[in-house]
């Protein structure tokens, strides 16, 4: 049975949110080729993670001598660590907001990445598990562009989800999408649609196209 670990992050509703829309629609054309399957979801908005602390980052480990605390701590990283170990396939919605990712999103990795066990050594737990990464941003910030050298979401995601976790990550990156709401960019809502809908075929093929894969394996 296929399992689908679907993470969302932005602070917005689906009908005003650009990557809770897409990774809708991954998911389901996910779940039409697994509706048996298990989908984990998390609302990292909805229910937030707390933010690492001296007490949580020092536990990596379970242990007979950890206080009430500290097992508290580890049984929440070692969940997290679970699921994302667990999963056939990974689906992350990561909005840019100011520059980079939510801190919601932020605090989820700091729990998962757990050196020795999901990052680190010959082979990280998770290795290899295909992860979609929608990446919405307000503006353009693809090469070649003004501003280019403020995008902090994606290459921050490429390097730490795929050279720090080892997953196989791909990256769905609808821009502009501010366009429609803020004056002065009129002249790009046309390109922001265009971006929006391309970003919706390919999640749906990019989710039928992993289906198939683990449904084959």
């Given at each position: 049975m296929a399992t689908l670990l679907h993470i969302d992050s932005s602070?917005?509703?689906?009908?005003?949110?650009?990557?809770?829309?897409?990774?809708?629609?991954?998911?389901?054309?996910?779940?039409?080729?697994?509706?048996?399957?298990?989908?984990?979801?998390?609302?990292?908005?909805?229910?937030?993670?707390?933010h690492l602390d001296a007490?949580?980052?020092?536990?990596?480990?379970?242990?007979p001598e950890h206080?009430?605390?500290?097992?508290?701590?580890?049984?929440?990283r070692d969940e997290l660590a679970r699921e994302l170990e667990q999963a056939d396939a990974i689906l992350i919605g990561?909005?840019?907001?100011?520059?980079?990712?939510?801190?919601?999103?932020?605090?989820?990795?700091?729990?998962?990445?757990?050196m020795g066990r999901t990052a680190g050594g010959e082979s990280p737990?998770?290795?290899?598990?295909?992860?979609?990464?929608?990446?919405?941003?307000?503006?353009?910030?693809?090469?070649?562009?003004?501003?280019e050298s403020f995008e902090f979401a994606q290459s921050y995601l490429a390097k730490t989800l795929g050279e720090g976790?080892?997953?196989d990550v791909e990256f769905i990156v609808p821009e502009l999408t501010l366009a429609p709401t803020t004056p002065g960019m009129e002249g790009l809502i046309?390109?922001?649609?265009?971006?929006?809908?391309?970003?919706?075929?390919?999640?749906?093929?990019?989710a039928k196209t992993l289906a198939a894969r683990v449904a084959a394996a």
């Open positions: 602070l917005w509703p689906q009908d005003a949110s650009v990557s809770r829309d897409v990774t809708a629609s991954f998911r389901q054309a996910w779940e039409a080729q697994h509706p048996d399957g298990t989908v984990v979801y998390r609302d990292l908005a909805a229910n937030p993670l707390p007490v949580t980052a020092s536990v990596l480990a379970p242990s206080t009430p605390e500290q097992a508290a701590a580890f049984a929440l990561a909005p840019m907001y100011n520059f980079t990712i939510p801190s919601t999103l932020k605090a989820w990795l700091d729990h998962v990445i757990m737990s998770a290795a290899g598990t295909p992860t979609t990464v929608v990446t919405s941003r307000g503006g353009g910030y693809g090469p070649g562009t003004p501003r976790l080892n997953l046309e390109l922001a649609e265009q971006s929006r809908a391309k970003a919706h075929e390919d999640a749906a093929a990019r």
